[in-house]
């Protein structure tokens, strides 16, 4: 399978611990995005990635969050301190080109206790 | 945050029917595209538009890109019981970021 990957697939954690989530992209695609995604709403725009270039930050991703690319390929991305509102699903998305189709991986589920 | 609206919310169907929803925006965008998302899973492409008025098909799925570049509809054909799921629309209008809808949730009856 090609697709976009997600690594872990269900993270419990409890408030005030960091964690750490990656993805690996379809190999040939460029472009990296960040989603968040509450229950009951489509997924919210968190990050943007050209190869290691991370292009666009949406208000949504407070200063515990970051995420990076180090070499174009695969993305973490770390929340610090963790709080309850964080609980959601994260996914990632990448793309061959900008307008284009955007393909996503399973998510991470996370729950923070 | 921004998000389209999308209608309906959502929809209770006898297996075999067809169905309709759409997607509406207040601005002029230049990319539509078409998910499905089943629970705990990702959102899985099904259509991706690019042009005003293009109308593209994929299987039993039929999507049209509106005139007026503000709106978008998806028709399922013959539904079957695993078109159960929710559908999003997204758009960009030029930018890195895209805006999805809030989602119509199918449940065939069988």
């Known amino acids: 399978d090609t697709g976009v990957s997600q690594d872990p697939r269900h993270k419990i954690t409890k408030r005030g611990q960091n964690v750490t989530f990656r993805c690996d992209p379809i190999?040939?695609?460029?472009?990296l995005y960040w989603y968040r995604q509450t229950l009951g709403q489509g997924p919210e725009f968190l990050t943007y990635?050209?190869?290691?270039?991370?292009?666009?930050k949406s208000r949504l991703l407070s200063d515990r969050f970051s995420a990076e690319r180090p070499k174009g390929s695969f993305s973490t991305l770390e929340i610090q301190r963790t709080e309850q509102g964080d609980s959601a699903m994260y996914l990632c998305?990448?793309?061959?080109?900008?307008?284009?189709?955007?393909?996503f991986g399973p998510g991470t589920r996370l729950t923070v206790t | 945050g921004q998000q389209l609206n999308q209608s309906p919310q959502s929809m209770f169907i006898q297996e075999g029917e067809d169905v309709s929803m759409n997607c509406t925006s207040s601005?002029?965008?230049?990319?539509w595209l078409w998910y499905k998302q089943d629970p705990g899973e990702g959102p899985v492409l099904l259509i991706a538009?690019?042009?005003?008025?293009e109308l593209t098909s994929n299987g039993r799925l039929t999507a049209q890109f509106g005139i007026t570049r503000k709106d978008s509809f998806l028709n399922i054909s013959a539904s079957i019981p695993s078109d159960v799921g929710i559908y999003f629309c997204?758009?960009?209008?030029?930018?890195?970021?895209?805006?999805f809808g809030t989602g119509t949730r199918l449940k065939v009856l069988a």
């Open positions: 538009l690019y042009k005003a008025g």
């Open positions: 601005s002029i965008f230049n990319t």
């Open positions: 190999s040939e695609h460029n472009r």
């Open positions: 997204a758009r960009t209008s030029g930018t890195y970021k895209y805006i």
């Open positions: 998305a990448s793309s061959p080109r900008q307008p284009g189709e955007q393909y």
């Open positions: 990635f050209q190869n290691e270039a991370q292009l666009e």
